[in-house]
């Protein structure tokens, strides 16, 4: 391999990276709800589409991008949550495909009263930091990617922290593993439902507003994401937060890898092909757990 294809290489690789982190946000945030509610949440797709807006119009009416992200965090955190009090939690009772249903009901009227509201009209955020790059051995990493992986990163290890080594965060992992068990103990379900809807929320909207500046976006953007996502989870295993991250790392990679080297148009499939081959090898997912028989 010549220094120009290694550069070349590792190139495609912090791309990779990149687009990875995004996919981990939400893919992380699906997890958790199907982990302790066992509801396939696609919602998630239009948080993430709001997320995108709120950091947009906050940013052109107070002129600051780096306010914008925890706000569309709490924000779409609280929609999150109000999903699951108003939609899921009662049609939960009932069992079935009833949340499934309810699921895609929300995506698309979501999606649908965006495209009233703002329009089809694509979107995007003026970078704070333009166009400032840095380039090491040949590899440019704009300021703004750099920005994005870093608080991806945070994000994601003070997920991981939080369900280590807080009370809540526990209790969350206990609902998940055995819901049974975890009320004999004096864990309240709905209240740990609330929990994972809040933070998959607000990674969602954190997901929206960190790629806002870097691509435009309309009102349908969260429909590809959540599919995307949701083949992740398949990929790492319903439920595993580890299964999510490794899920997310290998089909933002390969992805990129696949535009880069096979073909461009093959790069969004990558994900599906992947998702149905785990289920041929390990039905249970990459890290995932055998189901109870």
């Known amino acids: 391999m010549t220094t120009t294809d290694a ?11 990149f687009l990875s982190g995004l996919y981990a946000l939400v893919a992380l945030g699906l997890t958790l709800i199907f982990g302790v509610m066992h509801v396939a949440d696609f919602a998630q797709g239009a948080l993430y589409m709001l997320g995108a807006y709120v950091s947009f119009f906050f940013t052109r009416l107070v002129g600051s991008y780096f306010l914008s992200i925890p706000l569309a965090m709490l924000l779409i955190a609280g929609l999150g949550v109000l999903n699951d009090a108003v939609v899921y939690r009662p049609l939960h009772r009932h069992g079935g495909a009833t949340t499934f249903i309810a699921a895609l009901g929300i995506l698309l009227i979501l999606q649908n009263a965006a495209l009233w509201a703002f329009g089809g009209d694509f979107r ?20 703004h990617q ?31 593993q055995n819901p049974e068990a975890a009320r004999l103990v004096g864990i309240s379900g709905e209240r740990i439902a609330l929990l994972a809807f809040a933070v998959a929320g607000s990674l969602a909207g ?9 691509r435009a976006f309309d009102p349908h953007i969260g429909a590809v994401v959540i599919l995307k996502s949701f083949a992740i989870v398949i990929f790492g295993g319903m439920g595993s937060v580890p299964g999510a991250i490794v899920g997310a790392l290998i089909i933002g990679l390969a992805e990129t890898f696949t535009a880069a080297y096979l073909a461009a148009e093959f790069a969004d499939l990558v994900a599906f092909a992947l998702m149905i081959l785990i289920l041929f090898l390990r039905p249970q997912g990459l890290l995932g757990r055998p189901a109870a028989t």
């Open 7 to 17: 550069a070349t290489f590792l190139q495609y690789a912090v791309n990779g990276l």
């Open 124 to 143: 995007l955020i003026h970078s704070p930091f333009g166009d400032a790059k840095l380039e090491i051995s040949g590899v440019i990493v704009t300021y």
């Open 146 to 176: 750099l920005f994005v992986m870093v608080a991806t990163a945070i994000l994601i290890g003070s997920v991981w922290i939080f369900l280590r080594h807080t009370k809540p965060g526990k209790a969350l992992r206990a609902t998940a």
């Open 206 to 214: 954190a997901a929206g507003a960190l790629v806002s500046p870097m």
